[in-house]
């Protein structure tokens, strides 16, 4: 666990430069963003097999690992927000670059195209399912393919990105627009909440945030240029503040408070990414390889699992870590192979 922090911190910190006055006319442009996203992708990496070890009988034996554990929790879906955030910002970017055409082509370009390479990684997940004896439902696997339900892969946030391409479509097709596009995911953060578990709603609206900061981005840079430690130290005090909510005991405001706290989080990344530039090539491998790393990364975990059974996570995790994270980033590095683009 120490160890995987000290490789992240690494990549962070090797390449990285901070601009003492002014601000970096690209902070949200497409090389920030993906070093960004290598951050955020591989801080998923990390919850996900820390809970493929603890649910084997992984037991840490240092307060660090401990403490790093426990880190992991708290984070929760702070990482996801970050990714829903840019892909809003970055599908309003086009629209407003290309107008009709952008949109004419969204569903088979954005929307299709997105669906049919999940539904690829989730065929690889069902034949390793069938290879290690794990029985499958065909409903299951039906609903699979949509990602509302998983045969062992990771599927809500896939779920959750394609909805918001849907309403995104729909509202600027009836021209409705951002303010539509709000009402429609709220409504759909609703209905989600009342049939599925926490996590596929807590973050929904940091997609339309995205939305909203690329349509009013000179306004709100204007006003960020001007007082920008009051309005980061502000954000982060929200934040921290709508996260803790829940001591406050208001369950039903749970969902949305949690939307709010992801978005003041993003919005402090963002802040941040005005003078903090990244350039670690590893990185920015990582924020562009997000879809195969974030759809795959769980072949291995499950296929090292069956192959070495919880001994060999309990005995050699370290060993664990490393080959899950190596297969990964070659699948990742094959995937160009049988990526789907209409």
């Avoid at 409903?139 to 849907?166: A, D």
């Avoid at 803790?244 to 978005?263: D, E, K, S, V």
Wanted: charge should be positive; hydrophobic fraction near 55%; charged fraction near 10%.
């Amino acid at each position: 666990m120490i160890a995987f922090y000290i490789f992240l911190s690494l990549l962070i910190l090797v390449g990285a430069s901070y601009k003492k006055s002014g601000f970096y006319a690209d902070y949200i442009g497409k090389e920030q963003c993906n070093a960004f996203k290598g951050i955020f992708i591989l801080l998923i990496f990390y919850s996900h097999i820390t809970r493929y070890m603890l649910n084997n009988g992984f037991v840490s034996g240092t307060l660090l690992d401990n403490w790093f554990i426990t880190l992991s929790t708290h984070i929760g879906q702070w990482v996801v927000a970050v990714f829903l955030f840019y892909s809003g910002f970055g599908v309003m970017e086009s629209l407003k670059k290309k107008d009709g055409d952008y949109l004419h082509s969204f569903p088979r370009k954005r929307l299709l195209t997105t669906l049919l390479n999940f539904d690829v990684a989730v065929c690889a997940f069902i034949l390793l399912s069938f290879v290690i004896g794990n029985q499958l439902s065909v409903g299951r696997v039906f609903l699979s393919l949509i990602g509302w339900e998983s045969v062992g892969n990771s599927n809500w946030y896939i779920f959750v990105i394609l909805v918001c391409y849907i309403a995104f479509y729909f509202s600027y097709r009836l021209k409705i627009n951002r303010w539509g596009l709000l009402c429609l995911l709220l409504v759909i953060m609703l209905i989600l909440s009342q049939v599925k578990e926490y996590r596929w709603y807590n973050t929904i609206l940091c997609f339309p945030a995205g939305v909203f900061y690329s349509w009013n981005i000179k306004w709100i840079e204007e006003r960020i240029y001007k007082r920008y430690h009051v309005i980061l130290v502000a954000s982060i005090i929200l934040f921290l503040i709508l996260y803790f909510h829940r001591a406050f005991g208001i369950p039903r405001l749970y969902g949305l408070t949690y939307n709010l706290a992801c978005i003041f989080f993003v919005i402090t990344i963002v802040l941040m990414s005005m003078k903090v530039r990244l350039r670690n090539p590893l990185l920015l491998w990582f924020g562009v390889s997000l879809f195969p790393l974030y759809i795959y990364q769980r072949l291995p975990m499950i296929g090292l699992r069956h192959v070495g059974g919880a001994e060999l996570i309990c005995a050699y995790p370290f060993l664990y870590v490393l080959a899950c994270l190596l297969i990964t980033m070659l699948i990742c590095y094959l995937y160009k192979y049988w990526k789907i683009s209409l």
